[in-house]
């Protein structure tokens, strides 16, 4: 395939995975925590390592763009790179397979449970202005009930990252 072509393909492609990422959100947006951003963020890590940023902004990008381009927003700018990071990291590592599929389920988890922890910077000190380190543990304890739901669906769907990355990998080379 020349390039340009490739290049054209991927962008779709890309764009394909940001708005499935967006739909999947709204569609789960009435159960607090549970999506499946964590596992396609995942996948997507694994399978186009830092072509995956291409996907997830562009998820981001919907999502200022249908909810408002406000304080809010700014978390997310920030919010997956640790999660694609983890799995940037853990995608190098030599594993075998039934060793990969709890590493991943857990670093899904890991993220879910740390996520409002993640959100201090813009949630605590922007929206709600905190001052104070008693502040901010407040702010955090006051969430973990969230962070908790959040960290067992990711960790539930981390059981499909290797599957659906394997899929993804076999569909990349077909086209």
Not at 46 to 63: E, G
Request: net charge positive; hydrophobic share 60%.
């Amino acid at each position: 395939m020349r390039s340009s072509t490739r290049r054209l393909r991927n962008l779709a492609v890309f764009a394909m995975l940001g708005a499935l990422m967006f739909s999947t959100k709204i569609a789960m947006e009435s159960i607090p925590g549970v999506h499946f951003l964590g596992l396609f963020i995942a996948a997507f890590t694994l399978t186009y390592h830092v072509r995956a940023l291409i996907p997830i902004y562009i998820f981001v990008m919907l999502q200022g763009a249908m909810a408002g381009f406000a304080i809010w927003w700014l978390l997310h700018l920030y919010i997956w790179l640790p999660l694609w990071g983890m799995f940037m990291v853990a995608g190098n590592l030599k594993l075998p397979l039934k060793a990969k599929i709890p590493l991943y389920m857990v670093l899904c988890g890991l993220h879910g449970l740390a996520y409002g922890t993640l959100c201090v910077p813009v949630d605590a000190f922007l929206m709600f202005g905190v001052r104070s380190f008693e502040g901010v543990i407040a702010y955090i304890i006051r969430g973990l009930p969230f962070d908790v739901t959040h960290a067992i669906s990711n960790f539930a769907m981390g059981t499909l990252i290797v599957p659906l990355s394997e899929l993804l990998k076999k569909l990349d080379r077909t086209v």
